[in-house]
């Protein structure tokens, strides 16, 4: 069983006593994968004939986040939606200049502009001019305009598993590109096994370091649920299961986690994941400020609708541009020198897991 630092799978000798805590902690009220599977399944329900601009907002919240913080704040009126980051939600070890936050709003941004067109709504992004960043959607009624990139909206998944290594076809690199195609931001794919070897070593050598730093551990330790209660009851973070490991009980989960979640361990299964890998995907910014960050989160996000419209997976792997001294030379491997690269992800065919879970939209209202 793989073991990841962002899943918690529990791995190696871990297995047994991991096991033996489920067996145990079922006893305990660790909730069941039906309950789980239910209250995800509720919030990625279809949006329905005639939605209030409430259930756009849905959708905008099932975008990728770093860390599933879930980083944004939602003001509604009539005619317009405002986004704003959530500061409160900062994982400040592993994106100290808010980065993530901004990539993620960019990544909702993309869901609620495809989804107010599916809902017959027209939603132009633009800015509210305050100093925090935050976005402002102006809205006006249109034709409902269904899109199969809408429609991918509620299967996409951060998938972290293995892959079949298989090869794209040349027609399917085509498609995610141009859908990934936006003002301001670069994309380079990688499909070339020696690329992706490179960006694999990279991967690693930012894991390592992450691994071994204890306030990065800490962080991470904050954002995982280690059973179905507690990933419904938060609502946010990351869930063991969404990796496809056991569930242990929430006592058991951060002694298991010191103990067995090495550098070393996740190495090993990040490797495995980057040789199981059909490509890499990096997106890079015109300039590091947050309007491109989020420039790039529409974009990386437009990307990963597409491979799932396509039943392709991916899944974000940013070790090399989190920790920023690896940043140089992940530039110079795409060209970029003198650039800060944004966002790396891995994508291929692979299984389904189960999906992340998310707050009430009614719970996001500013
Ligand atoms: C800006 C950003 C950075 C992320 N970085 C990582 C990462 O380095 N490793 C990882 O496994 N997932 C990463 N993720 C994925 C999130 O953890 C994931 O989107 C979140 O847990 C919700 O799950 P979902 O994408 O399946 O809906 C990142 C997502 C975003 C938007």
Redesign the pocket.
């Known amino acids: 069983m793989a073991v990841h630092?962002?899943e918690v799978l529990i791995g190696g000798g871990a297995v047994a006593l991991a096991m033996a805590g489920a067996t145990l902690a079922g006893l305990h009220g660790m909730g069941s994968m039906a309950e789980y599977d239910a209250v995800v399944g509720a919030s990625r329900r279809a949006l329905g004939k005639h939605p209030g601009l409430r259930d756009i907002l849905r959708f905008a919240t099932?975008a990728?986040?770093?860390?599933?913080t879930q980083p944004w704040r939602f003001r509604v009126a009539s005619d317009r939606i405002e986004m704003a980051p959530d500061f409160m939600r900062r994982t400040p070890v592993v994106d100290p200049d808010d980065h993530?936050i901004f990539?993620?709003l960019g990544?909702a941004a993309e869901n609620l502009c495809l989804a107010a067109a599916a809902g017959g709504y027209v939603a132009d992004m633009g800015w509210t001019g305050r100093t925090d960043g935050s976005i402002a959607f102006p809205i006006r009624s249109g034709t409902p305009r269904d899109s199969t990139l809408f429609q991918a909206i509620a299967h996409r998944?951060?998938t972290?598993g293995p892959y079949d290594a298989k090869p794209m076809q040349v027609s399917e690199l085509n498609l995610l590109a141009s859908a990934a195609r936006t003002t301001g931001v670069d994309l380079v794919l990688i499909t070339q096994r020696e690329g992706i070897d490179q960006v694999r070593d990279l991967v690693v050598a930012g894991n390592t370091a992450q691994m071994n730093d204890r306030a990065f551990r800490r962080e991470l330790l904050h954002w995982l649920r280690f059973n179905a209660r507690d990933a419904i009851h938060a609502g946010d973070g990351?869930f063991s299961a969404?990796s496809g490991a056991a569930a242990v009980p929430s006592w058991a989960g951060p002694f298991l986690f010191e103990q067995f979640i090495t550098a070393q361990s996740e190495n090993k299964h990040y490797a495995s994941y980057l040789d199981s890998s059909s490509g890499v995907a990096i997106f890079v910014g015109a300039h590091a400020d947050p309007r491109h960050w989020v420039q790039v989160?529409r974009a990386c996000q437009r990307f990963a609708l597409q491979a799932t419209a396509l039943g392709l997976k991916c899944?974000?792997?940013?070790?090399p541009v989190?920790v920023a001294s690896l940043r140089p030379e992940l530039a110079s491997l795409v060209g970029a020198k003198g650039y800060r690269p944004d966002?790396v992800m891995r994508f291929g065919r692979g299984p389904a897991l189960p999906?992340?879970a998310r707050r009430a939209t009614a719970t996001l209202l500013a």
């Open positions: 630092r962002r099932l990728p986040n770093g860390h599933n993530h990539v993620s990544c998944q951060s972290r990351m969404g989160g899944a974000f792997i940013n070790q989190e966002i999906f992340s």
